[in-house]
């Protein structure tokens, strides 16, 4: 399972205290040499989709030992000088929620050696990151193609439409897109429901599988995923994302189910929504969908 790292207020460890008394000269190996990140640009090869990401945070090793994952921009301070191996592993929220911060296994770490000079600053402003090349990118589904491949199920009462307004599709420097998925949730308890029309085989057990997607709405929605378990058909909601009316980014971690139901096997991806509003109307926005996982 993806280990993770609750973080609160100031977001990272503090990794020196100087104490000052006095007229007493500072303690030359107090004073540290600073490493900057300004942010993560992702770069992506052909068939792997959007280059659009949420990377929030960076994890930083210094020589092979773990100095914290801090928040970008971020400056940290390391006690440290000469050349120095730097390991800069790119984090974000796992499955959107603030307080659970985790790096992102699906992207190479960046490695770089670095000449540290206390009391001065080595920054990285822009680094370029990748997927790394063992990945199985097993289903997308970016609403371009004629034929969406993903559709609603008996349960629901409204539509999943393709919708090229320019106002509402998501859009990303350099790229082409049109369309995104699109959903209208009347106000008279209207039930929304779609779900992938193929069905996939997860790797074995602990190893991981996400979803990612960006989305907007003003109305909560559920990602789960329904497979089949020594006979038995089950449907599992797995998270339940908040609204946010500017397009987003998630990372959903779809690990769980196989981690302990190893039986599982004929996985498909749903989403699914309820009018959470007494007496206005709901939307849902979609795109870029990406079921990713180590290719064994």
Sequence with gaps: MLKFIRIFLSFGIPLLVLFVSGCKKEDPALVPAYLSVDQFTLNVAPGQGTAAGQITDVWVYANQQFMGAFELPAKIPLLLEGETNIRLMPGIKLNGISS???????????????????????????????????????????????????????????????????????????????????VYLPSDTSVFEAISNEKYEFPETGVEVFLEMNYACDNEFVVGVKYLALGVIVQRPLLYVKPSEQWNKIYVNLTVPKYDTPSATDFQIFIGALTDRDDSNGYLLMDNIKLIHINR
Excluded: C
């Design 100 to 182: 659970t911060r985790a790096y992102y296994p699906f992207f190479k770490p960046v490695e770089q050696k670095v000449n540290l000079i206390r009391d001065s600053v080595y920054a990285f402003h822009e680094v370029p990151i990748y997927y790394r090349e063992n990945l199985k990118f097993a289903w997308m589904e970016d609403f371009e193609g004629a034929v969406v491949t993903m559709d609603t199920t008996s349960k629901s009462t409204v539509t999943l439409q393709r919708i090229s307004d320019p106002d509402k599709i998501f859009k990303h420097k350099n790229e082409f897109n049109e369309y995104s998925g699109y």
